[in-house]
């Protein structure tokens, strides 16, 4: 018999999947108005009709009339005017700022990506739950580095040298003095381009293993003015001091939970550090220990890991990979293993992450 506890329950799990359809569906609307300019061309005409969007970007009509329906629907345009057909459409309200504001502090226009890129692997992802097979970053689409980049880039703008260096003040004063950086996991290379606006006498390398992502770290570069004192290169993190190079600083922005061996690439870190040196790790802020049911921000991140995280980093036969949730207890444990003396959480306060000081 069921009880009104449990229709309470039953019926609150049903509301939280219809929210969860919903936001996926809209999800994908946004990443159609992303692909094909559509917001910014709303933003760029100030108010417009259909026929006028359509001249203006190409898209065919009759597609773009049900677009339009679903984002006035949605509350993303404002529509004034009673016919679809006819109506003029504009931005509403903190659009610009989560949609078009790349760099802006509230810019969230990379989650649409999330769910293409998630899609376009889930096929491989499902079967790998039957074969223990890794899913190659590459399978999940160009889509996977746009939306990595973009999620990433207003903090690395924001924060990365306004608010998160200013906590290793001598790592700060080595920058200014010239020091040399290995950006490790740089993806498109928004942090390492920071660090290089931020500190000219400094020589950032950024490392990745996935070409698209040093492609357009290298075009970002050029475009930003830094491709004299930044160097790209695709090299995986075992090969890190293999040229010789000695690093002042050495950087894991949100990358070291997807490695195969992070204890591998923590000791390849702790080798290339030139005396004195530092390695910053910037995580995932899991709960320290586990709560079940967790919040929002919990759940993301466990969620994140089965679908992303732990298929990329089971591409190696013997992956030790471990995933985004990474509780700080097992940071401690692999840097300790990696033959790190000291290892400090930061006070650097953040929804999102958790930051490390590495020391030998």
């Known amino acids: 018999m069921t009880t009104i506890e449990d229709t ?3 019926e609150e799990l049903a509301g939280r999947l219809f929210a969860a359809a919903l936001g996926t569906a809209e999800l994908l609307t946004i990443h159609l108005g992303q692909a ?8 760029d005409a100030g108010s417009t009709t259909a026929a006028e969007l359509s001249t203006a970007t190409g898209v065919e009509l009759r597609y773009l009339v049900e677009w339009l329906q679903s984002q006035a629907i949605s509350g993303l345009l404002t529509i004034n005017g009673p016919e679809i057909g006819t109506a003029r459409f504009a931005l509403a309200p ?3 700022e989560i949609l078009l504001e790349e760099t802006g502090p509230y810019y969230s226009g990379g989650m649409p990506a999330i769910a293409v890129a998630a899609g376009r692997a889930f096929p491989q992802v499902e079967a790998a739950f039957s074969t223990g097979a890794g899913v190659p970053y590459a399978e999940y689409g160009r889509e996977a580095v746009t939306a990595q ?3 990433n880039r207003p903090a690395y703008v924001n924060s990365l040298v306004a608010e998160w260096l200013p906590a290793l003040p001598d790592v700060q004063a080595r920058l200014a003095a010239g020091a040399r950086v290995a950006d490790v996991g740089t993806g498109a290379g928004w942090s390492a381009i920071e660090l290089a606006k931020a500190y000219p006498a400094a020589r950032v390398d950024g490392y990745d293993n996935d070409d698209d992502s040093i492609a357009r770290a290298r075009r970002n570069a050029v475009e930003h003015g830094v491709s004299d004192r930044v160097d790209f290169e695709v090299r995986d993190i075992g090969e890190l001091a293999a040229d010789g190079a000695r690093y002042d600083l050495i950087t ?15 000791v390849a870190a702790r080798r290339a550090l030139a005396p004195g040196g530092t ?6 802020n899991v709960d320290a220990t586990l709560a079940a049911p967790g919040d929002p921000v919990q759940r993301f991140f466990a969620a994140a890991s089965v679908i992303w995280c732990i298929p990329q980093g089971r591409v190696d036969a013997d992956s030790e990979v471990i995933g ?5 207890a097992r940071v401690h444990e692999l840097a300790a293993t990696a033959g790190f003396g000291t290892v400090d959480v930061l006070p650097i306060e953040h929804p999102f992450w958790r930051f490390y000081r590495l020391d030998p």
Do not use: K, W
């Open 279 to 284: 390695v910053l790790v910037m995580d995932e």
């Open 8 to 10: 309470t329950a039953t």
């Open 94 to 96: 903190g659009v610009r």
């Open 324 to 328: 985004a949730v990474m509780r700080p």
């Open 149 to 151: 980049a973009a999620l």
């Open 252 to 266: 894991f922005f949100e990358c070291l939970h997807d490695l195969a061996h992070p204890v591998d690439a923590l």
């Open 36 to 43: 094909h300019g559509l917001y910014r061309a709303v933003a």
